[in-house]
Each structure stands twice: as structure tokens, then as C-alpha cells.
């Protein structure tokens, strides 16, 4: 639906949500104290130093500086935009997200209007290839994939089409524009466009939500590389996405296990033979964003490769990818194939039963982690030992703490002869505690104050208000007490949450990790203080910048008189007889 999500509701569902229940049903979260811990998502760490708030509703992390509430950690985590982590959010509390209609769009509706309309041709685009399959034109992709063992109900629930071998088949029926920027249509030289897709079988790719969001094609002529994606689009990232996904999730309940594989047909014919539970990356390496979507979905990844030079280098990139997801719960195995098979044939040539027995038999990560290492040493020899030890334990340093790890290092020492394979740095990181921010400036004192505990605002003096609104105190404390003066039954996220597109947020976001503020049992008496010493700063700041002047040039009468009141009226100061 158009329109603008109101800000009231915006409002009303952060109060509402839980963040410490929506980041832990993707990150596994531990207890410290009043807070939550776990191992950044958003980049790789040894020691946890991601942090989530229960009471301001609020998550940073020490190591990288990301932070935010519930709505921003959606955003992150499942790469979704600012309307869809909303709709996200709304739909797990059951609540129908409103919408403002009216010309006032903001910025970031006109970004979702743009976004929509990309899905949209992209939608209209499937449409047309699957149509062109069951015509004439398509016969000879139709001869294609029953020579593949693909039926029409495997075709129609992934979607599969075809696109005619014209120049501009796709051109001529919707917007060459918008086709363009979806990664569908190529310009010209001189005026409009053409189809990228041409004599192809088409795979479109579809997110969870079951948008597609791009286009494999497989040809079927000699032209042209055997397989072509959508390039990058704004909707679409290879190194993000997988194939299959939405169809898998289609099929069934939660699966236990989902089998990564390298290409289209890979996935559909395991489909056909009754192996739902398969994806394909998009012509790319695993990645980290791959390895997190899909870990939420199971808790098992089995990486299916060729056992060639090329499948071990493969293997390689998804063991490093997902070293850092491998938490308590989370399993990674890796299925080799036999030589000059790939899973599309060896599926057909022996069946569904035999080749889930392999699947269920592949090897261990812990098992490929030291055989791939090992691969090419003689471990007799301490030249080799010691060159294990270097491969292996950069990549030890990047598994989570527990108890996985601590085996992963036992079982390094037994294989190096090594008491001890923990570098010093290791050993300093492990007991090292979550780095401590700067002591804050009173002016900070001030603002983290207010961000902590908003409904202190109450007891700002009116004086010191007014200043601050009219920037003596600098522009942070300016923005705050403005935004709290028009909102004073505001709490700490929906505050942050009004300061997302402001320059000041990072600053805000560093203050509010700053858990003392947290625990003050009387926040008003600490503001009124703090209140106090920061006029008294300001004051001190003025008298010196006033004895400095009347010291070059002199001072006008406002300004002697000014100066006298600062140094409190003293009658007796010779320097104040000086400039009378």
C-alpha cells in the first residue's frame, strides 16, 4: 500500500517490541548483568563485544561502532529497507502497519516507491518468460529440460521461463527505463534499449518474501557465456542472496538441514527428485551474508563441491565464511562429489535415497578443517608442524568462544605437538574486558543524561533551555532539547530513532553505550549538576575570552559590565579598576 508509515506508529511499535527477543531469534544472545552479549554479526571478532540494552531497547557494539534499536538491527542483519524491517517487525507483534496518504512523501517513501517498482517489472518480466515457454517459441527449452528430467510442476513452482531470441521482446512490452535500472534491458549507443536475456532459459531469483529480484539464464545457443546473471541492481546482490530459497521455504515447515550447491539446475533437479531443501549461490563463493541467512533458516549447512582444484578452492571460501556464524547449535558439513559429477546428474543416476545417505555421511568441518590444512605436510616432520600452526590458527582466533574452539585447539596441539597454540596476542585478547569510551565533556555529560533518562527534561531550569535552543551550548544539546521539548513523554529509543538521518546520531548512539549513566538512582539531581557545572564552564570560558580583550583593546560598557558580574562584583580587583 502507498503511503507514509505515521511516526506515532513508528512510536507504538518500538515501545512494544522486545529487541532482546528479536536479535536473539538470529544471534544466540547471553546474559551479562543487566545486558545481553554475543559476537558481532556485522563484522569478524574473537571476544564478544556486541551489546543489547533490555531497557533502552538499544544494541552497539564496541569493536565496529554499529548500533540501534529493533527497526535498525532488521535493517542490518536481513538487509531489508526502513518500511520493510517495519512491516517485518509489525507482523511478528500482529499488528497492520498504517499508512498517511497525501503529497508530504518523505525521502524514504519515494527510495520504497523506486524499490517496489523494480520488483515489479521484475515480476512482469517472470511473468513474460514463463508465458514464452509454453508458447512455440519455446519449444526448444522445453526439449531442453525434459532431456534435464524436469517436469512442468517443478517448472511452474520455480518459476522457470524462457526468453525468445529478439532483440527487444521484453523492450517492446513494459518500461525499456525501468528494465534498464533492473538490470533487464542494456542501452543503446544512441537511443533506447535492448534485452540482456536472449535465447536463454530463465531462472528468476525471489527473496523470502517471494519478490524476485533478478534473472539467471542459461543459454541454449553458442553465443554468449553459458550462464549470465542480472548484474547488481538496488534490489538485487549476488553476494547476498541464494537461489531456491523462497521455493524451499514454499515446500515445508523449518528444514533441518539446507544442502548449498553451485548452479540452477542443480537445485531444481534435486527438487524434482524430492530434495526440496537445496540452494545455489549465484555464481559466486559463499559469503558471510549468505552463511547468516541461511543459518537462520537451519541449523545445519551442507556445502555440496567437485573434488577438483577448483571444488577444494570453493570449500576453502566457505569454511572462512562460516567459521565466525559457528555457534552453539550450528552444524557445517561438506559433501565431495565423485570425479565428473555434479549434483543434477548424480541425483538422476542414483537416485533421491542414495544420494541423501551422502548428504547425511558428508564430512565434518572439524574433519576438512585440519585434512585441508594438512594436505601436502609431512606431520612427522616440526618444519610442517610448525607450518600448520601458522595456516591453522588464524582461523581458530576466528570461531566463536566455547567449547567448539577449545576442541578445535586440542585438537591442533595433538596434530602440531604443541603444549600451547594460543599466540600472546590470543591470550591478552581473552582476558581483555570491552574497551572503555572516553570520559564525556560536562556538555556530554548533559546530553547522555537526557538520551538515558528523557523524562529528566522536566527539571531543565527555563533559562538553561532557551540557551540551549539558541546554540550556547552547542548544537547536539540544541537539537535534543528541541526534539524533547515537542516530545516530552519520549523514551530513549524512540529518541535515537528520531535522530537516524541526523549527524549528530553517532555521537548520541556512543553516549548511550555508556551503561554508568544507566544505573544513576537520581537522574534529575545529576542533570541539575551537571546543568550547574556546565554554565559554570561556560562562564569561565567567557571571562578569560573578556580579560583577554580588555587586556588588547579594551571593553565596551556592556561588556565591563558583563565582566563584573562574572567575577562576582569584587570592587577590590586592581584589574577591575584598571578597566572602570
Given at each position: ?63 565496529c ?12 542483519y ?8 517495519i ?5 511478528h ?27 515489479r ?44 531470441p529478439e ?20 542501452a543503446k549507443?544512441?537511443?533506447?534499449h ?16 517471494g ?34 530459497l523462497?521455493e ?17 539446475m ?26 547468516r ?8 549447512l ?23 556464524q ?45 585434512r585441508?590444512?594438512s ?25 566463536p ?27 591478552n ?5 570491552l ?5 564525556p ?15 529528566s ?19 547536539l ?8 521539548e515537542?516530545?516530552?513523554?519520549i ?19 556512543e ?7 544507566q544505573?544513576?538512582e537520581?537522574?534529575?539531581r ?6 550547574t ?5 561556560i562562564?569561565?570560558?567567557r571571562?578569560?575570552a ?8 579594551g571593553?565596551?560598557q ?23
Amino acid at each position: 500500500m502507498a503511503g507514509r508509515i505515521p511516526q506515532s506508529f513508528i512510536d507504538e511499535l518500538l515501545a512494544r517490541a522486545d529487541i532482546v527477543e528479536i536479535i536473539n531469534a538470529r544471534v544466540p544472545l547471553k546474559k551479562t548483568g543487566r545486558n545481553f552479549v554475543a559476537r558481532c554479526p556485522f563484522h569478524d571478532e574473537k571476544t564478544p563485544s556486541f551489546s543489547v540494552s533490555p531497557n533502552k531497547q538499544f544494541y552497539y557494539c564496541f569493536g565496529c561502532g554499529v548500533s540501534g534499536s529493533a527497526i535498525g538491527f532488521l535493517m542490518e542483519y536481513d538487509h531489508l529497507t526502513f518500511p520493510e524491517a517495519i512491516e517485518t517487525l509489525a507482523a511478528h507483534y500482529g499488528l497492520t502497519v498504517p499508512r498517511e496518504n497525501g503529497a508530504g512523501r518523505e525521502k524514504d517513501e519515494a527510495e520504497r516507491q523506486r524499490l517496489q517498482a523494480l520488483y515489479r517489472v521484475n515480476q512482469e518480466a517472470a511473468v513474460f518468460y514463463a508465458h514464452q515457454l509454453r508458447e512455440t517459441v519455446g519449444r526448444s527449452a522445453v526439449e531442453y529440460l525434459r532431456r534435464r528430467g524436469v517436469d512442468g510442476k517443478i517448472a511452474r513452482r520455480y518459476g522457470v521461463g524462457y526468453a525468445p531470441p529478439e532483440w527487444e521482446a521484453l523492450c517492446r512490452r513494459y518500461d525499456a527505463q525501468l528494465l534498464g535500472e533492473a538490470g533487464l534491458a542494456i542501452a543503446k549507443e544512441g537511443r533506447g534499449h535492448y534485452d540482456r536475456f536472449r535465447d536463454r532459459i530463465m531462472f528468476p531469483i525471489r527473496n523470502r518474501r517471494g519478490q524476485v529480484l533478478g534473472f539467471g539464464g542459461r543459454t541454449l545457443g553458442e553465443q554468449g557465456p553459458k550462464y549470465l546473471n542480472t548484474p547488481e541492481t538496488p534490489v538485487f546482490h549476488k553476494g547476498r542472496e541464494v537461489y531456491g530459497l523462497y521455493e524451499m521455504l514454499q515446500s515445508g515447515g523449518r528444514p533441518s538441514r539446507i544442502l548449498v550447491v553451485e548452479g540452477y539446475m542443480d537445485v531444481i533437479a534435486l527438487a524434482q527428485q524430492g530434495i526440496p531443501y537445496a540452494v545455489a549461490t549465484l555464481g559466486t563463493a559463499a559469503t558471510s551474508d549468505h552463511v547468516r541467512l541461511l543459518f537462520h533458516h537451519a541449523g545445519e549447512l551442507v556445502f555440496c563441491f567437485d573434488g577438483d582444484a577448483a571444488g577444494r578452492k570453493a570449500a576453502r571460501r566457505a569454511l572462512e565464511a562460516v567459521l565466525p556464524q559457528l555457534q552453539a547449535g550450528r552444524k557445517v558439513t561438506f559433501l565431495w562429489l565423485p570425479e565428473e559429477e555434479d549434483p543434477d546428474s548424480l541425483v538422476r543416476k542414483e537416485g533421491a535415497r542414495a544420494f541423501e545417505e551422502r548428504v547425511r555421511q558428508a564430512e565434518p568441518l572439524s574433519s576438512y578443517f585440519f585434512r585441508g590444512l594438512s594436505e601436502g605436510l609431512d606431520l612427522s616432520q616440526m618444519e610442517d608442524r610448525a607450518a600448520l600452526l601458522k595456516q591453522a590458527r588464524p582461523l581458530l582466533q576466528r570461531l566463536p568462544e566455547g567449547a567448539f574452539r577449545q576442541m578445535m585447539r586440542a585438537r591442533l596441539k595433538e596434530l602440531a605437538g604443541s603444549r600451547d597454540v594460543e599466540t600472546r596476542t590470543e591470550r591478552n585478547e581473552s582476558i581483555q574486558r570491552l574497551p572503555r569510551l572516553r570520559q564525556p565533556r560536562v556538555e556530554e555529560r548533559v546530553a547522555a543524561l537526557l538520551v538515558h533518562h528523557p523524562r529528566s527534561f522536566a527539571c531543565l531550569p527555563d533559562g538553561f533551555r532557551e540557551a540551549a535552543k539558541i546554540g550556547r551550548h552547542g548544537e547536539l544539546l540544541a537539537q535534543l532539547v528541541l526534539t524533547l521539548e515537542m516530545t516530552p513523554e519520549i523514551n530513549s529509543t524512540v529518541l535515537l530513532e528520531k535522530f537516524q538521518a541526523n549527524p549528530h546520531l553517532s555521537h548520541l548512539q556512543e553516549l548511550m553505550s555508556q551503561e554508568a549513566f544507566q544505573s544513576i538512582e537520581d537522574p534529575q539531581r545529576e542533570l541539575l549538576d551537571a546543568v550547574t557545572a556546565l554554565n559554570r564552564k561556560i562562564d569561565k570560558l567567557r571571562l578569560k575570552a573578556l580579560l583577554g580583550k580588555a587586556e588588547r583593546e579594551g571593553l565596551t560598557q556592556e561588556e565591563k559590565a558583563e565582566l563584573l558580574t562574572l567575577m562576582g562584583g569584587s570592587q577590590g580587583s586592581p584589574l577591575l579598576v584598571d578597566i572602570q
